[in-house]
């Protein structure tokens, strides 16, 4: 089989999918799911990834109601989960009139370069640190087209680090990306000036990469839902979920996880380095050395749930995969944020509604109820449903029986279908 693969990125995207459609013994039908790459082209995959056969299809819908600083959005989102949409959408709206306050910090991002082999650590930063401006120097060489829209390096640190295979000494690199992601400049400049960088030292530099623990590129914001819309009681119940997650590991990831359902989504239709994303923000919940939930809450001093939330936020306006994807660019257009910060801070919005709405739905009602009843139309698609009056019948009848089964849902099929 894998003797047959020989030279497979070699080939078209048409010839790899027919040598994968023998091999897996696909049908003429999955063959053609695979082949119907939609918005985006097959040539265009076929530049951004290796091996290249088809395309995977994401539902991309909007939550609404979200007010950010005063401004209104439409929140593209990329997901196949359900109730998650429907979820930031509901959390928004119980937040209104006010809706959300954000801030983002400057789009400072860190490069890291390893130097090894310096023998005295302390006297080769003192040496570093002689040399800090020609170095920078160099850096700004090298971000010359960044400059031109104000941002550029900002500062370099060195700092030890004892390991068990000696101490090392990094160079950490901090880079003002304006609406750029970065991820490309910054590696850019730390491979220009790492021969420099390793003779001042007097050592040897191996890894040279930026950091996804974006702690210099940080996003806050805050919501309050008033007690006369969630109920007293609801709010107590959601404050005692919240304890649990703040004093326990295993529910912390999970709320955590409920953080990331709706940056995630957004990051996904937008474009954006959604692993990056992910990576940053569970280094940062641990950043004190205890894995700690992102977001805050409390009651405020009229009673309400106040909310709040903090994570480094690595996003792009421009660059990347916004340059070829064109459902990114038309989902950038849609929520209309002009600059890295603005989309960052309605990120994070994102991530607070889901995670509050979330909490509400397990203090209240209970996750599965509200999910299940979203979830109804794929389990009816999975029983034979065809057409939408179909699919919508069959999940009507579940959901009023509160019965969310394969086995409920080809019974009500049978019965839609005999009239």
């Known amino acids: 089989m894998f003797m047959e693969l020989s030279g497979f990125y070699k080939l078209s995207v048409e010839e790899r999918l027919a040598k994968i459609k023998k091999i897996a013994g696909l049908t003429d039908e999955e063959a053609a799911l695979l082949a119907s790459t939609g918005a985006l082209k097959s040539d265009v995959a076929d530049r951004m990834a290796e091996n290249v056969v088809g395309a995977v299809h994401l539902p991309l819908g909007i939550a609404t109601n ?9 929140v593209p989102m990329a997901i196949e989960e359900p109730s998650v949409i429907a979820a930031a959408s509901k959390a928004a709206k119980l937040a209104l009139p006010k809706g959300f306050t954000a801030e983002a910090e400057e789009p400072v991002m860190i490069g890291q370069m390893q130097i090894v082999g310096v023998g005295n ?3 080769a930063i003192g040496k570093l640190d002689a040399k800090k401006k020609e170095i920078m120097k160099i850096c700004s060489e090298q971000l010359k087209g960044l400059e031109r829209y104000g941002g550029g390096i900002r500062n370099v640190v060195f700092r030890t680090l004892k390991t068990p295979r000696g101490e090392m000494v990094l160079a950490e690199f901090e880079v003002d990306m304006r609406d750029a992601m970065g991820a490309n400049m910054m590696n850019t400049m730390l491979e220009a000036v790492s021969p420099t ?21 940080k996003v806050k914001a805050r919501a309050v839902w008033k007690k006369d819309k969630t109920g007293e009681d609801s709010i107590e119940k959601i404050l ?12 912390c990831a999970t709320h955590n996880k409920g953080v990331m359902n709706g940056i995630d989504a957004v990051a996904v239709a937008c474009g954006q380095d959604w692993r ?56 950038l257009k849609i929520l209309g944020a002009k600059t890295s910060q603005e989309l960052g801070m309605v990120m994070a919005c994102a991530g607070l509604a889901n995670n509050f709405a979330a909490l509400y739905a397990l203090s209240t009602e209970g996750i599965q109820k509200g999910h299940m009843r979203l979830h109804a139309r794929n389990i009816a698609v999975l029983a034979g449903a065809e057409t939408p009056e179909e699919i ?3 999940a009507e009848r579940m959901s009023e029986k509160e019965t969310y089964t394969l086995d409920s849902a080809k019974e009500a099929l049978k019965k839609i279908r005999k009239g």
Request: aromatic residues 8%; contains cysteine.
């Open 66 to 74: 979200f007010r950010v600083n005063g401004k209104e959005y439409l």
């Open 121 to 123: 650590a302390v006297e």
């Open 197 to 217: 960088v390793a003779e001042f030292a007097g050592g040897e530099t191996r890894l040279r990469i930026i950091s996804n623990l974006a702690t210099k590129r």
């Open 240 to 251: 005692d979920c919240y304890e649990l997650a703040a004093n326990d590991i295993y529910r």
């Open 276 to 331: 990056a994303i992910e990576a940053g923000m569970h280094a940062y919940a641990a950043i004190s050395g205890e894995y700690r939930p992102v977001t805050h809450y409390e009651k405020d001093k009229d009673g309400n749930l106040a909310g709040t939330i903090e994570l480094p936020m690595a996003v792009a306006t421009v660059g990347g995969a916004i340059n070829t994807l064109d459902t990114a660019r038309v989902a």
């Open 392 to 394: 919508d019948g069959v």
